[in-house]
């Protein structure tokens, strides 16, 4: 015996049309702005780790009033941070490339309130002494100015406006 499909009285959400290519380039920029996240969390984690004991007499050197034991603890927790700050960056860049290619209004809005965080980090990474460091939140920066111009382009406003149900 035939049953319908049962239903729960939600409306059915429209169908989106195609993402437009600026909505498309800016997903694929995204993308590129998860991979340098990745390198740069290997990056930043591996430079230490081959060098521990220059590390440790570095931060020894700029912070003379720590004992041995302190310098140990701040490099561990610098090790932490590294490997902690970037993976949530990289799975942002994923979070937002997938939601913005559905269509999600409050992705693209989430991913401007992103580079607006990316802008401070750019501008308190201008005083550190790590070129690499410098490099890496640069083109990070300029990976999501792109982002961002192409999210708010008027064909991609047309494509995350919200659909009426049919």
């Known amino acids: ?7 729960a009285d939600k409306p059915v959400e429209p169908d989106r049309p195609p993402a437009p290519q600026s909505v498309l380039n800016a997903v694929k920029l995204m993308y590129a702005g998860a991979a340098v996240s990745a390198v740069s969390l290997i990056v930043s984690v591996i430079i230490p780790l081959a060098d521990v004991a220059g590390t440790k007499a570095t931060l020894k050197r700029e912070h003379p009033s720590l004992t041995a034991s302190q310098v140990n603890q701040a490099f561990t927790a610098a090790i932490v941070f590294a490997v902690v700050s970037g993976v949530i960056g990289t799975v942002l860049w994923l979070w937002m490339a997938r ?3 559905q ?4 992705a693209r809005i989430l991913s401007t309130v992103f580079f607006g965080v990316s802008t401070v980090t750019l501008l308190a990474s201008l005083r550190a002494v790590s070129l690499i460091g410098l490099l890496f939140t640069g083109l990070i920066w300029v990976i999501g100015l792109g982002t961002i111009i192409l999210l708010w382009r008027r064909e991609s406003t047309e494509f995350f406006k919200p659909r009426q149900p049919a």
Request: glycine share 14%; net charge positive; no cysteine.
């Open 1 to 7: 015996m035939y049953q319908p499909y049962p239903s």
């Open 103 to 106: 269509g999600r209004n409050w």
């Open 99 to 101: 939601a913005n290619g």
